[in-house]
């Protein structure tokens, strides 16, 4: 007997089956006012280790939930909060410059709803996605140039004593720092890993270019170069090095 391979079709009918599944369990909870599907699902056929992004709104309650089951073999992965909470996250995380949970909302799919709630989220989800990030403020600036200097000073040390491992921690701190300050200067959000170099490119290919051959690079002389250069780069978009002397001074917390 030929046994048949399984195709993208099956895969597709498979996942749709469990969220089915899935949403028709959960909507019976009176407290859940709509059920959104986000991810790759939406867009793609799934692949090897794919899920289910789920989201699930609820009308009130003091708690939130993240979690995941399995349904046929399929992993559904989902959260669970209240509207004030999703509108609380809209608010921290815009202020943080990762607006996760707007992201989630913008780019969603109803499967799912209970009442017009949800509209007014996705309203302002799509608002908060379509709108410019604040410019980097002078204060920002020089914190930044702070960081980044006293991070080539370390990376020099250990590229010195060739202290490869201490050298390849302050490398990815390094990169976590420039493309932070990237993204502020150019006023824009966190992007994908799977998507984040076409970002990059479509923003600005120099830098883009450079991150991306100084992340693969495994030559340590080569990539302290590498580093260096990317810095210098990022220094640029923020007004240049820092002082030898400097001081901030805000008003206190307290």
Not at 108 to 133: V, W
Not at 155 to 167: G, M, P, R, V
Request: with cysteine; net charge positive; aromatic share 10%.
């Amino acid at each position: 007997m030929k046994i048949r391979k399984t195709t993208k079709k099956d895969s597709k009918e498979k996942f749709e089956k469990a969220l089915n599944i899935f949403v028709d369990k959960t909507k019976k909870n009176k407290n859940v006012i709509a059920i959104l599907i986000t991810g790759s699902f939406i867009h793609s056929v799934p692949d090897k280790n794919s899920d289910l992004d789920v989201y699930i709104l609820t009308k009130e309650g003091k708690y939130r939930e993240r979690g995941n089951t399995w349904i046929n073999g399929v992993e559904v992965e989902y959260f669970m909060n209240p509207v004030k909470q999703v509108e609380q996250y809209f608010i921290d995380e815009t202020k943080k410059g990762g607006p996760h949970t707007a992201h989630m909302f913008a780019n969603s799919k109803i499967l799912f709803r209970r009442g017009n709630e949800i509209d007014r989220l996705i309203k302002k989800a799509k608002s908060i996605i379509n709108k410019k990030r604040n410019p980097m403020d002078n204060t920002s600036k020089e914190l930044a140039k702070y960081f980044l200097d006293d991070l080539e000073k370390d990376l020099e040390d250990t590229y010195i004593k060739n202290d490869s491992f201490a050298f390849n921690l302050i490398a990815n701190d390094i990169l976590k720092k420039t493309l932070d300050v990237f993204l502020h200067i150019s006023r824009t959000y966190e992007e994908k890993h799977k998507r984040l170099y076409n970002y990059l490119s479509s923003k600005d290919n120099k830098f883009a270019s450079l991150y991306k051959k100084t992340l693969l690079e495994t030559n340590m002389k080569k990539r302290y170069t590498l580093l260096i250069k990317l810095v210098r780069f990022i220094e640029t978009k923020i007004d240049g090095k820092r002082t030898k002397e400097w001081k901030l001074r805000s008003k206190c917390t307290f």
